[in-house]
């Protein structure tokens, strides 16, 4: 892999966490006791470990069950998978002179982990969707 191949798919990695956790902010955002904007407001700045408190917080206060365990623990690998491409990636790994990733192991790694946040990114969208449409008044 070119260490502009890795670079695209690098990004597009970031984008799928970017949207994680604009998902998860979104189905707060529907789910706490303010309006919508309000809701957005509240975790616009906070990262993805507060927002997954706080949604977590509001399903026990009012006995809902809006994510899955199972997801839950998905965001949380996700989260720690998420600081590692952030913050260590380029100073962790090893790559050849010319740039390009050296090892095959750390190709793989990239590439499983972007198919991992696409899938949990889409599983929150629908989460987020469909919430959100049953909050839709009826008119």
């Known amino acids: 892999m070119t260490l502009e191949k890795f670079r695209l798919i690098h990004s597009e990695l970031i984008e799928h966490y970017q949207f994680i956790e604009h998902n998860l902010e ?11 904007i309000s809701g957005l407001e509240d975790v616009e700045k906070s990262n993805i470990g507060r927002i ?5 917080k ?3 206060e009012e006995n809902l069950s809006i994510i899955p ?4 623990e ?11 491409w952030c913050h260590n990636c380029y100073v962790d ?4 002179t010319n740039g390009d990733p050296k090892k095959q192991e750390d190709i793989n ?14 599983i929150l969208f629908e989460i987020k969707s469909k919430i959100l449409h049953n909050k839709r008044p009826i008119i």
């Open 93 to 96: 790994m090893t790559f050849k």
């Open 52 to 56: 997954e408190h706080e949604i977590k």
């Open 69 to 72: 365990q199972k997801i839950y």
């Open 109 to 122: 790694r990239l590439i499983s982990d972007m198919r991992e946040a696409e899938e949990l990114r889409k």
């Open 74 to 84: 998905q965001i949380e690998i996700a989260m720690e998978r998420r600081n590692f």
């Open 26 to 36: 979104g189905i707060y955002a529907v789910i706490c006791k303010k309006d919508f």
């Open 58 to 60: 509001i399903e026990k």
